[in-house]
């Protein structure tokens, strides 16, 4: 810890220790007493006995973590107009790396080094958010796992932390103490199966820029839709390869007449996408079924339809929430985002105000590989400035 208070209880980071000769501190939530450490290596910090509990603690501090925190807070001080270092909220019992408070709102950064489960995190995360304080999740870059171009392994925890921004693209913080000024960014996460995300990395200088500014960003054009196709259909004929029709979505296509892959239309890639635990062509392979199902058997295509069969879908399991304790947006909202690409594209035609109709030949109709990349950008950006106009 990097803030204790002395024997006339006034707060004080450790760095401004003057003459710590004959001195005493305690730890300001514990009340106990805490050693003062301070050598070449490590920033100089206070330290509770190896036997106390005390609540503010849930886990050692590195050295990494405390040379990190301390770090964020002088960037906090330069922008906020109130930057506290380890804050603890009674009534949740958490203490927080930094508060800040800035143009209204009020944000707990939280740096984490160490790995903590998921279920932890979203239990913190959804106490800051009672006590209507953003938790802001910023992990030290050891977290970043590569396993490909733009492709990214994430841990149940990192997918927990996923924030979406004002603009609509998913996005988690990293940062490395050894280059104090710059966060990583890794923007427009998408994830192509349960683990594995395609996402962009950035580097974020942030002297100068205050964190509402880094988070409130405009939407980022995304880089990798051949790297996704590619990936998307390797996986798509291993599932025909070693599943087949033991698939259940699989067999249900087959039954169309598909057979050996999907149509290019399913398993694209679609930032809200990130709200599922499963892979993009097995929620859009659903959705399609639910689609060609609402028009044989009520003779259109209406959004109370189909939502009811997500619905059902939801509760037998075989679509799977990801949860994201950061944000509260509706678990229909990719369906949504499927079918405005899918009437850009022309597989689903406006039969009235509220109501569709699909087009002949969908979904056996072939479209090639290049119209439907070129198709997938201009609807991203159409996407995009919808959401600035509004």
Known sequence: MLVAANQEGELI???????????????????????????RKRIPHFAHQRE????GMEEAESFIHLEGKNLLHEWASQWAERAVLERYYDSICQRADIEANAEGRVFAIEYQCSPLSAKR??????????????PIWIFHSNFLKKKGNLLWSLTSSLQSAIRISPSGFPYLLFFDCHTPNTLIMLTNLIPITKELFFGQAESVTFTGKSL?????QQARTILFI?????????LIRNEWRYQGITNPLLRSFYSLGIQSNLPRMIGIPLRSSVLFGIPSHHWQGYVILD?????????????????????????????????LPS??????TPVEEFMRFLEKAEYLIKNGENSYIIK????????????????????????????WRN
Not at 13 to 39: M, Q, W
Not at 121 to 134: N, Q, S
Not at 327 to 332: G, M, Q, R, T
């Open 291 to 323: 689609l060609l199902d609402c028009q044989v058997k009520e003779g259109e295509i209406r959004a109370d339809g189909i939502r009811k069969r997500f619905m059902d879908r939801l509760r037998k399991r075989e679509i799977l929430i990801r949860d």
């Open 52 to 55: 106390e509990n005390c609540p």
């Open 327 to 332: 944000d509260s947006i509706s678990l229909f």
């Open 13 to 39: 980071h450790s760095t401004r220790v003057a003459d710590r000769k004959g001195d005493e501190f305690s730890c300001p939530i514990c009340r106990k007493r805490v050693l003062y450490k301070a050598g």
């Open 121 to 134: 995190l979203t239990e913190r995360t959804l106490g800051y958010r009672k006590i209507e304080v953003e």
């Open 226 to 234: 051949p790297e996704w196709m590619r990936k998307r259909e390797s």
């Open 360 to 387: 002949e030949g969908f979904p056996i109709k072939t479209i090639r590989q290049e119209e439907l990349n070129h198709l997938l950008v201009d609807f991203f950006k159409e996407e995009n400035d919808a959401l």
């Open 212 to 216: 509402p500014q880094i988070l409130d």
